[in-house]
């Protein structure tokens, strides 16, 4: 069964950093492109971030603008969201998820298997 | 303001059809990118419902169903259940953004 579990969240002040981690579980990790995906409060889902496989292609939404950095350890069966200027905007819910194909490497993802997320509340 | 552009809310008794439509423009739907569906349910993982416009994955009801046309897509649902009662999702690749693009989403009430 494949399993996806976030963790890292919390309160933190406007302009700090987090990172957040996904554990995976049930599935051969370092075949499958990732992704992170947020909710804010009262909102839609919005795509943050994707990495291929190896880690060598990385994607991000424009309206981050470098602030996050996505990585993935494919030893430990991990991937990670490295948050930095944190903003009250950026307080949402954040989802990790996997590709529904295998060994699939284009940012013309599909979100197969979600782990139940993580909140993230950046606030003074 | 979602690139994807879903109604708010639609709502039907048990037992019925409805239709959730996902309107984009020539940069993701209109550019022959897929269009996947996905419902939610507040404080869950969101799952996924129909893929590559009009397929589903092993375990999602045949209640389900997914089209397209042009730069729109729709999700249907027959047989309403009460179970269905959720938030969906059409997300889909845009070419202008480089990364995938949500709806707003669309709450699903059964009477």
């Known amino acids: 069964e494949v399993q996806l579990v976030e963790s890292g969240g919390g309160l933190v002040k406007p302009g700090g950093s987090l990172r957040l981690s996904c554990a995976a579980s049930g599935f051969t990790f370092s075949s499958y492109f990732l992704s992170w995906v947020r909710q804010a409060p009262g909102k839609g889902l919005e795509w943050v971030s994707s990495i291929s496989t190896s880690g060598s292609y990385i994607y991000y939404a424009d309206s981050l603008k470098g602030r996050f950095t996505i990585s993935r350890e494919n030893a430990k069966n991990s991937l990670y969201l490295q948050m930095n200027s944190l903003r009250a905007e950026d307080t949402a819910v954040y989802y990790c998820?996997?590709?529904?194909?295998?060994?699939?490497?284009?940012?013309?993802?599909?979100?197969?298997?979600w782990g139940q997320g993580t909140p993230v509340i950046v606030s003074s | 303001q979602s690139v994807l552009t879903q109604p708010p809310s639609v709502s039907g008794a048990p037992g019925q059809r409805v239709t959730i439509s996902c309107t984009g423009s020539s940069s993701n739907i209109g550019a022959s990118y897929a269009v996947h569906w996905y419902q939610h349910l507040p404080g869950t993982a969101p799952k996924l419902l129909i893929y590559g416009n009009n397929n589903r994955p092993s375990g999602v009801p045949d209640r389900f169903s997914g089209s397209k046309s042009g730069t729109s897509a729709s999700l249907a649902i027959t047989g309403l259940q009460p179970e269905d009662e959720a938030d969906y999702y059409c997300?889909?690749?845009?070419?202008?953004?480089?990364?995938?693009?949500f709806g707003g989403g669309t709450k699903l009430t059964v009477l």
């Open positions: 998820a996997r590709e529904l194909r295998y060994d699939w490497n284009d940012v013309e993802t599909v979100f197969g298997y």
């Open positions: 997300q889909s690749y845009d070419s202008s953004l480089s990364g995938s693009v």
